[in-house]
């Protein structure tokens, strides 16, 4: 029986512990120890998120044209494809998005053409991978093969995370970004306690009374590479930057006093957050920019050459080089078409929610319909058709208890793994309301969605037992998280025709709608 384990590390001179649940174990293991069979698990996992994915990727579409908010990106990727890599957005003068997730469609439409395949092909290449990172970084996070793949099921049978996969949208992109960022730190969590522990077993660790130099740290050097990813797909990545620098810190301080350095929180003042902020803010700045080198290099990119049209050459900023101020005079106009859609303003959508109302995704987003003597092969004389992002029932309208119990288990149980969980999901829905009069949408929730799974794998991951407790206990608690996972399971494929558009009639159609908020 596979379970949640404890860490494993040398024992420190003070176990008074951080983010850190029970005994420390005599040796450091960072990660279960059956790694061929955890790569089997993944491709088998994996392979199941990529046929779900894939299957009818090029359907719907609105007569051979992109439908919702594909109208917009996927003509931006074609035209990243045949003008230099750069967009100009000819019929509004304004691109509102940074180039990542449009050069990303891009490359789906030179391999398959201006078609659904086209502009849906890497949503779905995300979606899976999206399924690959979460089952691998849950599966660190327990030491368990089976809780990370019970969380790579999960993620599968997410009707929110499934939808995004196959539409020409932005947010998968963003989603994946910021997931593979936490996986990096995860990693960099586990390489610095085994960096401690090797210290500690020299007998090095109370030479100072700030603890060692760490030194170079590529994980996290990666994960600040994938924040200016998801950055220069959409700019909520700004909130990752932050929320995950944090926890980083916090990580490298509850590493320092699990191996007993005299003055923890100093010592990673001094030694981790300087490291910590050239690898989480300038990294991500740098490739940030980096992302508009199409825009840098064009004569004609929207406001390239702002400077000496639009502003002056002189100025307070005049030491900026031209295309950096540029580029900053472009982001305020962007900036003040995003403060300007506010419902204040008159700006209404009926498919418009708040933050409130996204972990439970008690307003879903309804994408695509089709109805009328167009719409065959329901078996009946009126057929419908729809694509509705929501998120499947039987894990969205567990997110709050399972919220309440990650918080209960990190500032109780000193649980590491549920406060990571907690940073992550909180990245992406508490900044959210700070700007309650703006227009949002369910699908800025996307980014939520990988670490509710994550959460609720932890869950299961504790329902399952130790290999310590009794047979029985382990035997019910594997059968109540096989019923769980196949309540999942069940609730998806009921799902699965206003997920994809399968022609069903109009009483199937509304028994598919259970609140009047879906409506």
């Not at 700004?238 to 995950?244: E, S």
């Not at 029932?393 to 709050?400: H, K, R, S």
């Not at 990650?406 to 999901?425: E, I, M, N, P, S």
């Not at 029985?472 to 994809?500: D, H, K, Q, S």
Request: proline share 6%.
């Amino acid at each position: 029986m596979t379970q949640l384990t404890d860490e494993r590390a040398t024992p420190p001179v003070d176990r008074r512990t951080l983010l850190s649940p029970g005994p420390i174990a005599p040796s450091p293991n960072h990660g279960p120890t059956d790694r061929f069979r955890g790569w089997v698990v993944t491709a088998f996992v994996t392979a199941i998120a990529a046929i779900t994915r894939f299957s009818m990727l090029g359907y719907p579409t609105d007569a051979g044209t992109p439908v919702f908010d594909e109208k917009h990106y996927a003509p931006q990727g074609w035209q990243v494809l045949t003008d230099g890599w750069l967009e100009d957005n000819p019929g509004y003068g304004l691109v509102v998005h940074p180039p990542v997730g449009k050069q990303m469609i891009a490359i789906g439409e030179a391999i398959f053409g201006y078609n659904g395949w086209g502009w849906r092909f890497t949503a779905a290449v995300a979606g899976t991978l999206l399924v690959l990172l979460v089952l691998r970084i849950v599966r660190r996070m327990t030491r368990s093969t089976l809780v990370g793949a019970i969380a790579g099921v999960l993620l599968i049978a997410d009707g929110m995370t499934f939808v995004s996969s196959r539409i020409g949208m932005l947010d998968i992109f963003m989603a994946l970004f910021v997931v593979a960022a936490f996986g990096c730190l995860i990693v960099d969590r586990d390489q610095v306690l085994e960096r401690m522990a090797r210290v500690y077993a020299e007998g090095r660790i109370l030479d100072t009374a700030y603890g060692p130099r760490l030194g170079v740290r590529w994980w996290r050097f990666g994960a600040g590479l994938m924040l200016g990813l998801a950055c220069g797909t959409k700019w909520s990545g700004l909130y990752f930057i932050a929320f995950f620098g944090l926890m980083s810190v916090a990580f490298d301080v509850a590493a320092r006093r699990r191996y007993g350095v005299t003055r923890p929180w100093v010592g990673a003042g001094l030694r981790d957050v300087g490291p910590a902020l050239y690898a989480l803010v300038l990294v991500p700045i740098g490739v940030y920019l980096s992302t508009y080198w199409a825009w840098f290099a064009s004569e004609t990119g929207v406001d390239r050459h702002a400077v000496g049209s639009k502003i002056g050459f002189g100025g307070s900023f005049s030491f900026v080089p031209e295309a950096l101020r540029s580029l900053w005079y472009y982001s305020g106009n962007v900036l003040d078409f995003h403060a300007g859609l506010t419902n204040s303003a008159g700006n209404h959508h009926p498919w418009e929610s708040k933050p409130w109302t996204w972990p439970m995704g008690l307003r879903p987003m309804l994408y695509y319909f089709a109805e009328g003597d167009q719409v065959t092969g329901c078996g009946a004389s009126s057929c419908v058709k729809a694509v509705m992002l929501i998120g499947t029932p039987a894990m969205w309208w567990l997110a709050l208890p399972m919220l309440a119990w990650a918080l209960w288990r990190t500032l109780v149980g000193r649980d590491w793994r549920y406060a990571a969980v907690l940073v992550g999901y909180g990245a992406g829905f508490l900044p959210w309301f700070a700007t309650m009069d703006r227009q949002m949408y369910y699908f800025y929730a996307v980014a939520m969605a990988p670490f509710m799974v994550m959460g609720l794998a932890l869950v299961c991951g504790e329902v399952l037992g130790r290999a310590t407790d009794a047979a029985e206990r382990r035997g019910t608690g594997l059968l109540a998280v096989c019923l769980y996972v196949g309540l999942v399971i069940a609730n998806f494929v009921w799902l699965w025709p206003i997920l994809t558009a399968l022609p069903i009639t109009p009483d199937a159609w509304q028994q598919q709608l259970w609140l009047p908020s879906w409506r």
